[in-house]
T-cell receptor
């Protein structure tokens, strides 16, 4: 069955430090992959989506970037974190043969 | 661009009370509609979904939602809530052949025992 693994689960980073969050998908090939951010009181905001290796689309211009070095790997990065980057980051993908999205456990990032 | 509005941001109920969470979307064409739930400390998971057919959709744990096309709405209901329903609820829409769901802001539900 399909599963999404995200790590780390929690992260506390100082302002100005770099960031790398990793998401891997098992049980499917060539999945569409999404990064969402859930900020307090602001719901789920789509940050990036990818339809294949090396193909990244950005929805919101910001301090973050994404990469897809392998078919089932999706990485969210930043060179210098801002306080406003704090939030809950979720990796998601459509369930195979369906349109519903399923999610990883998320990473709670606190920038201090 | 499509948008999803959830008008109730925080709801507090006592056990056995009835629940209705509002969800409205902006797209006028064919839509797929979803409600997701995130229990404290757990993954976001699907509660129910509507693709076509009967506009009254039944999901897990006694939840149901009604698609009213004329009102662009997909409200979530439960006749009698339990303490274990305390969670955050998100409405989402897929429309116009898009494969990326758009989510509402979410509604935080707290049920007092």
């Amino acid at each position: 069955s399909q599963t999404i693994h995200q790590w780390p689960a929690t992260l506390v980073q100082p302002v100005g430090s770099p960031l790398s969050l990793e998401c891997t998908v098992e049980g499917t090939s060539n999945p569409n992959l999404y990064w969402y951010r859930q900020a307090a009181g602001r719901g789920l905001q789509l940050l990036f989506y990818s339809v294949g290796i090396g193909q990244i689309s950005s929805e919101v211009p910001q301090n973050l970037s994404a990469s897809r070095p392998q078919d089932r790997q999706f990485i969210l990065s930043s060179k210098k974190l801002l306080l406003s980057d704090s939030g809950f980051y979720l990796c998601a993908s459509p369930r195979a043969g369906d349109t519903e999205a399923f999610f990883g456990q998320g990473t709670r990032l606190t920038v201090v | 661009a499509q948008s999803v509005s959830q008008h109730n941001h925080h709801v507090i109920l006592s056990e056995a009370a009835s629940l209705e969470l509002g969800c409205n979307y902006s797209y006028g064409g064919t839509v797929n509609l979803f409600w997701y739930v995130q229990y404290p400390g757990q993954h976001l998971q699907l509660l129910l979904k509507y693709f076509s057919g009967d506009p009254l959709v039944k999901g897990i744990k006694g939840f149901e939602a009604e698609f009213i096309k004329s009102k662009f709405s997909f409200n979530l209901r439960k006749p009698s809530v339990q303490w274990s329903d305390t969670a955050e609820y998100f409405c989402a829409v897929l429309s116009g052949g898009s494969y990326i769901p758009t989510f509402g802001r979410g509604t935080s539900l707290i049920v007092h025992p």
